[in-house]
């Protein structure tokens, strides 16, 4: 998906930008779930490729990736608040591990948590 410029060309697999994607999701404070329950099968792509995190989908356009995440949050936090610190993550985990550019990082809260 990315190639980063250096004496021998490094192409970083789609699934190791997903697990970034989601342990710096998870990191976020009152982030319950990142992605989604899979349904039975699993999700596969239009690319036949199965999703290492359902619920997270990452695609390229014009030179940058865009992330789609799908979260669970805890009850008692300001959802603007964590869809900022969510795409913060994102943003800061792809460009400094990968040298990845982000153009968006696109936060849906699927549900409140409440704890038990």
Do not use: C, W
Not at 6 to 15: E, F, N, V
Not at 46 to 54: D, F, I, K, M
Not at 64 to 69: K, L
């Amino acid at each position: 998906m990315e190639t980063i410029p250096s004496s021998r060309s490094l192409t970083i697999a789609p699934g190791v930008i997903e697990t970034i994607v989601a342990l710096s999701i998870a990191q976020v404070d009152g982030v319950a779930t990142v992605g989604t329950k899979p349904p039975p099968g699993g999700i596969i792509s239009s690319r036949g490729r199965r999703h290492v995190t359902p619920g997270i989908l990452i695609y390229e356009e014009d030179d940058q990736v865009v992330v789609d995440a799908h979260i669970q949050v805890f009850y008692g936090y300001r959802l603007p608040d964590i869809a900022a610190a969510v795409r913060s993550a994102v943003s800061d985990a792809l460009e400094g591990q990968a040298n990845i550019q982000v153009a968006a990082v696109n936060v849906t809260i699927d549900a409140i948590q409440f704890s038990g």
